[in-house]
């Protein structure tokens, strides 16, 4: 549980106070003394245990939401953020990682629609002009904690249509046979727009990982061109290196 001393805060010092608050708040955390998962006081609260004003208060809690040491949850408060491990290398759906988390994954959707390609989506899926895809923007959730913003364009080819994906786009290529088995990421490191970030519950300006995924068939055939944002306070992508070992016969 949290724990403010009010005498541990000056006026006088040359720090101000709000960071004097985040300095508190953040001590506890790293020290273990409030553990991941754990809902912080309201602002109301905070300001009445520690004898400042709320703005204060919301100054140094949007200081550790930057850092990524706390999260919030629109209507239900601030949280200290547990950070999700995940392999880089790992071409697996939203839906069944966060299931193999033992968390509800579900969706708030943006876009759901038909068209046809910009020249870039054309390119990348080795399509026509005239060739129809299918698009999906939606914000992903785990526990009604929205992580991630995800835009997807498949062929029109691989479904039916727009409403064959309802949970997990992956799932639903899967019964057509037109799951990815292979793909490439770029990953890139990037800060919330003020739209992400009301989507996502970060301050503008957070952390975010921009993710651009192309996944493909056993053939080689490009089935899926993703562009993601996923919030950096909670996302770590990991990846395995190994020793580069120097052919017999040559030189270092």
Do not use: C
Request: aromatic share 4%; net charge neutral; no cysteine.
């Amino acid at each position: 549980m949290l724990t403010i001393v009010k005498e541990q805060l000056s006026s006088l010092s040359a720090t101000p106070l709000y960071l004097q608050l985040a300095d508190m708040i953040r001590n506890q955390i790293r020290d273990g003394g409030i553990r991941t998962g754990e809902a912080l006081p309201s602002e109301r609260e905070l300001s009445d245990a520690v004898g400042i004003s709320r703005v204060t208060v919301r100054r140094a809690i949007e200081t550790l939401l930057r850092e990524g040491l706390l999260s919030r949850r629109h209507g239900s408060g601030t949280y200290i953020a547990p950070r999700i491990e995940q392999p880089a290398a790992l071409l697996a759906g939203f839906s069944a990682d966060m299931r193999n988390r033992g968390l509800m994954p579900g969706s708030h959707w943006l876009d759901r629609s038909a068209g046809l390609p910009t020249p870039d989506e054309a390119m990348t899926l080795a399509l026509s002009i005239d060739q129809p895809v299918l698009r999906f923007a939606r914000v992903r959730m785990a526990d009604g904690e929205p992580l991630a913003i995800e835009r997807a364009v498949v062929p029109a080819q691989f479904l039916g249509s727009v409403d064959d994906v309802q949970d997990s786009l992956y799932a639903a290529l899967d019964l057509r046979e037109a799951r990815p088995v292979r793909g490439l990421q770029r990953l890139q490191a990037s800060l919330a727009t003020a739209a992400e970030a009301r989507l996502l519950s970060v301050p503008v300006g957070a952390a975010i990982l921009r993710i651009e995924r192309r996944g493909f068939l056993a053939n080689g055939m490009p089935v899926e061109f993703t562009r993601s944002a996923y919030r950096g306070d909670r996302y770590d992508f990991i990846t395995e290196v190994r020793e580069l070992r120097q052919e017999p016969g040559r030189q270092p």
